[in-house]
């Protein structure tokens, strides 16, 4: 089956006719580049230097949808055209298939082509040199280089500046596709840490509310329904106030919000203590050093998101909190009874506990939750423990 070339370039088409015609039009004015005397001009008058002038021509039109082609058909058209009185425009084209060759061929063909000539052009200068031993010889090897070592040279350095320009370009491209993926994790961890945010500061406010709402409407009794409201109207507050403190972090320093401090574990006493307005029954037991910053959040987050799950699910009975910093650990534990509720409870997503194993997770540390068995009875336990030395070196460094 044979193989059909794709149409030539326009551009390729004008050079070919703009050569032919330009040789044509020193061949009809009779401009040769060698006087039909010279030794060397085996073919003399003006038609034998039409062949070659016609084939270089037809080579053009080849200089980029087959390059190897035209300069192998091209070699034999210029050796034609030595032994004849000579067309410049023949040599001109010749000298331009040779810089296509290099510029459009394969890369294999790009580097070889231009060691050839170089040689090609030493040897025409030294062998004719050494043979006839005068100065005029080493203008065969100067004519070489000129005709085909020049441009074959100016080739390959277009070709490398054409092939730096694209790993340049290929390399933008993939630092563009990185950073754009690079934004994309930040701007999915970013919405992961306000989505814990959110649930960590407003669920167990929410959570309250919904409990002693429940209680206010299903008891009929007007002191229970005057306290249950009073502790909405709390839990109210400060779950706006907690919102506000969100809505502040999520702004940029525009003025419309006065900084926030983030929670620190010195403020574990007055979560309890809210906790306990809210019905739970709650010792905390917390002995600890000063710790770094983000493990002092993520450890006050996790008792505040157990807390919020006891209100929800546990059972009657004491909810203990335990805080403990041993071994470049701080760890901490929530156990509370594991059972039914005796009055309303409030429906949970299970979000909580995804937030709060991504808050170990983090800071590499660990995270476990789920019931246990104790001498007091089956317990929810929620453990973890964060890591404290290699955070706070890595804050130092």
């Known amino acids: 089956m044979a193989v059909r070339l794709p149409r030539p370039r326009r551009f390729d088409v004008c050079v070919a006719l703009g050569g032919l015609l330009g040789g044509l039009l020193l061949w009809g004015v009779g401009l040769a580049t060698r006087p039909h005397t010279e030794v060397y001009v085996l073919l003399p008058g003006r038609w034998p230097l039409l062949l070659p002038l016609v084939v270089m021509a037809g080579c053009e039109l080849l200089r980029r949808i087959a390059p190897r082609t035209a300069l192998l058909i091209g070699t034999p058209a210029i050796i034609l055209d030595t032994v004849t009185q000579g067309n410049l425009v023949t040599i001109l084209m010749y000298t331009d298939l040779m810089y296509a060759a290099v510029l459009y061929g394969p890369p294999a063909s790009a580097h070889r082509i231009p060691r050839i000539t170089g040689l090609l052009s030493v040897a025409g200068a030294v062998v004719p040199f050494a043979l006839w031993r005068e100065p005029e010889a080493l203008l065969i090897g100067v004519v070489t280089g000129l005709v085909a070592f020049g441009p074959a040279s100016t080739g390959l350095i277009v070709r490398n500046h054409r ?4 790993a340049a370009r290929l390399r ?3 630092t563009a ?8 994790q930040a701007v999915t961890a970013e919405r992961a840490r306000m989505a814990r945010e959110l649930h960590d500061m407003v669920a167990n406010h929410l959570s309250a509310i919904a409990i002693h709402s429940t209680a206010a409407l299903s008891l009929d009794d007007p002191k229970t329904s005057q306290e249950a409201l009073g502790v909405i109207r709390e839990n109210s507050v400060e779950g706006l106030a907690e919102m506000r403190r969100l809505i502040g972090i999520l702004r940029d320093s525009s003025g419309d919000v006065e900084p926030v ?11 309890v203590d809210n906790a306990r307005t809210n019905g739970l029954d709650i010792t905390l037991d917390a002995a600890h050093d000063a710790v ?3 493990v002092e959040l993520a450890a006050y987050r996790i008792v505040q998101e157990s807390l919020t799950n006891a209100l929800k699910h546990a ?15 701080l760890t901490i534990a929530v156990t509370s009874p594991y059972g039914d509720r005796d009055g309303p ?3 949970g997503s299970g979000a909580g506990l995804v937030g709060m194993r991504e808050r170990a997770a983090l800071l590499d540390g660990t995270f476990e939750a789920g ?7 089956k317990i929810w336990a929620v453990r973890a423990a964060l890591p404290v030395h290699d955070t706070v070196e890595g804050e130092a460094e």
């Not at 401090?261 to 979560?271: K, N, R």
């Not at 059972?315 to 650990?329: E, F, H, K, M, W």
């Not at 019931?371 to 009875?377: L, N, T």
């Open 177 to 184: 596709l990185l950073a754009e993926m690079d934004r994309t």
């Open 292 to 294: 770094p910053a983000p």
């Open 261 to 271: 401090t983030a929670p620190t574990l010195d403020g574990l006493g007055a979560l």
């Open 315 to 329: 059972g009657p009975g004491r909810v203990t909190v335990s805080l403990a910093q041993l071994d470049g650990l």
């Open 172 to 174: 933008a491209e993939q």
């Open 345 to 347: 409870g409030a429906p």
């Open 371 to 377: 019931p246990e068995d104790s001498p007091d009875g």
């Open 163 to 166: 092939e730096a320009a694209e």
